[in-house]
């Protein structure tokens, strides 16, 4: 494959060090015939893969059993319809002309998530959803401008949505537009490329990466060098469109975790070692509907110039080894369950460039103490004169004129900046502090964007919901915001409280790690018949003392949600019922 060099000025060094021009070459690598390892047989070590015309596929040998997304890309690969313009030409046939053939049918199901293209099939049929590759959530207001003219067009069915992976989607994309709109978004420096399916997801950083005062590396340079490298820089790079499942990755630039790394495939941790800066590692994290895992230690170190080397080896390893059958059962979790750590770790060694990978180290850099901060309101950057302003977004959820409205503040009063953060909203950066107080009394925020939400408002996650999504199966943005608003008339929390609402069992809202978390499904209802509800999880945690939350109660009915929900803030964080609390003033 194609080998090319990325060049960059930002630092690779902790915050503390001089910034210093940088050079990281990312040369394709020849895998070397796999070996034996203590528990596994040496055939199983065999790459299931080869390179064809281009492109990796399936080995004919290991092709029995696949499940039908294998089957779908073996046909037909996916990428052909970016990197040879088949878009083109699937643009302009009617959805009936589509559907009456199996091949442009997948193509419009299953193939068009390479170029980060959903097709709302159930709910809005001929309609997509189009998710982009943002890294670190930084983005511009031109870019948000474009956006925001894409989905004006569509109506009510246009509007944009921050996701819990840092990055935008806009909804109601007919496809007739898509060619055109590739075209304007990489007029404005972005790309939907390798954005779903069995791809790299948007990698994500510290949402206020370069400005935070206290941040232990800035991770801009990272999260864009890797996203350079997995698009190649957005022309498309087919070593790595086919692997056995989506993947997830992080670098950690701050004590407060706000990557979330134990919920990544691959979590970079800065560390020191011998006196070099570098990175641990964490791998094998996700959510499942059938199983859900934190990333654990790989007892691997790598300074920072080998960052994407170390990527490039462990997607190899993933792309090479795992196993394609039961899709419940291939994220890169599940190989390294069936080679054990010390055999995943061996095989990531012989695919890194020199062979080698160095031990863990016990510098972590990480103070594991931290208390997490919030990044709402107003916050003096490490730049004098200089201060970022956190908003809240309501579930993520924006509409055209929203957009438009933040692109203007982020001009009027900032750099033409904007950062999307995991929790789904925004942080306008390089306010000039003398204009911050302008900036507040801003009309959209007093009505919009908040600066100051409630107490649980400012913790609330919620993902699509079958409003648009087909594998949802409950309505989850505005029954988040209902309940919520009916629980903070209820009671009074003392501390944030993070909650968390998803509408199946993809756990696409990352209930697992919430402090209360809904996962919707269906229960019965008071006449028997199957109503919405949700199965309620208490406990999870992010941050140094990460652990998933467990299940609290299970099919409850959405309108019997506020009491329950009261309930437990009460029994589990303090919080006081507010007739208690008036009685007592």
Not at 66 to 89: R, S, T, W, Y
Not at 99 to 125: A, M, N, T
Not at 215 to 235: C, G, H, K, M, W
Not at 512 to 521: E, H, L, P, T
Request: aromatic share 6%.
């Amino acid at each position: 494959m194609t080998s090319f060099s990325l060049t960059f000025t930002s630092p690779l060094l902790p915050s503390s060090s001089k910034p210093k021009r940088s050079i990281l070459v990312a040369a394709a690598q020849t895998t070397a015939p796999a070996e034996s390892t203590a528990s596994v047989d040496a055939d199983r070590l065999e790459p299931r893969v080869e390179l064809k015309d281009g492109f990796f596929i399936l080995k004919e040998k290991f092709r029995k059993g696949i499940n039908p997304q294998e089957k779908v890309k073996i046909e037909k690969e996916p990428m052909k319809l970016f990197m040879e313009n088949g878009i083109e030409e699937l643009a302009k046939k009617s959805m009936e002309e589509i559907d009456s053939e199996k091949s442009s049918k997948d193509d419009i199901d299953v193939r068009l998530k390479w170029l980060g293209l959903f097709h709302r099939r159930k709910h809005q049929y001929g309609k997509f959803m189009m998710r982009l590759k943002l890294p670190n959530g930084v983005t511009t207001s031109a870019q948000t401008r474009y956006l925001a003219r894409v989905i004006r067009k569509y109506g009510e069915d246009g509007c944009a949505d921050v996701t819990t992976r840092q990055n935008w989607q806009i909804r109601g994309v007919v496809l007739p537009d898509v060619p055109e709109i590739l075209k304007g978004l990489a007029s404005v420096g972005l790309t939907s490329l390798q954005s779903g399916m069995d791809n790299v997801r948007n990698p994500v950083g510290n949402p206020i990466a370069g400005i935070d005062p206290e941040e232990i590396v800035d991770t801009r340079p990272y999260t864009n060098l890797l996203s350079q490298f997995i698009t190649a820089n957005s022309v498309g790079n087919p070593d790595f469109t086919n692997l056995p499942r989506k993947w997830n990755v992080c670098v950690v630039g701050t004590h407060d975790l706000y990557e979330h790394p134990h919920i990544n495939d691959l979590a970079y941790m800065p560390a020191n070692k011998d006196g070099r800066f570098g990175f641990n590692l964490l791998v094998g994290g996700f959510f499942s509907p059938k199983r859900c895992e934190e990333a654990i230690p790989l007892d691997a170190w790598v300074p920072a110039d080998e960052v994407l080397p170390l990527c490039k080896a462990v997607l190899e390893a993933y792309r090479d080894l795992g196993t394609r059958g039961n899709r419940q059962k291939t994220r890169m979790m599940w190989l390294i369950d069936e080679l054990g750590v010390e055999g995943f770790r061996a095989e990531v060694e012989k695919r890194m460039p020199n062979g080698k990978l160095e031990r863990g180290s016990s510098e972590d850099l990480v103070n594991k103490q931290w208390e997490r901060r919030d990044y709402f309101g107003v916050h003096p950057q490490k730049q004098d004169g200089l201060s970022f302003v956190g908003l809240h977004v309501p579930v993520g959820r924006l509409q055209a004129d929203d957009m438009d409205e933040l692109a203007r503040l982020a001009d009027t009063y900032g750099s033409g900046e904007l950062r999307l953060t995991v929790e789904q909203n925004i942080i306008i950066p390089n306010v000039e502090t003398s204009k911050t107080e302008a900036l507040l009394q801003e009309p959209f925020l007093k009505i919009r964007f908040s600066p100051e939400p409630s107490i649980l408002m400012k913790g609330l996650v919620a993902c699509t919901g079958n409003q648009f999504c087909g594998q949802a199966i409950i309505e989850t943005k505005l029954r988040a915001l209902k309940v919520t608003e009916e629980v903070e008339r209820l009671v009074s929390v003392p501390k944030p409280i993070r909650m968390h609402w998803t509408g199946c069992p993809n756990t696409c809202g990352q209930v697992q790690v919430a402090d209360i978390g809904f996962m919707g499904c269906l229960t019965r209802g008071e006449n028997g018949k199957p109503v919405e509800g949700a199965d309620v999880y208490v406990g999870g945690r992010i941050g140094s003392d990460s652990h998933i939350g467990e299940i609290y109660k299970k099919g409850v009915r959405v309108t019997d949600l506020v009491p329950l929900v009261a309930e437990i803030l009460i029994k589990e964080f303090g919080a006081v019922p507010r007739e208690r609390e008036e009685n007592e003033d």
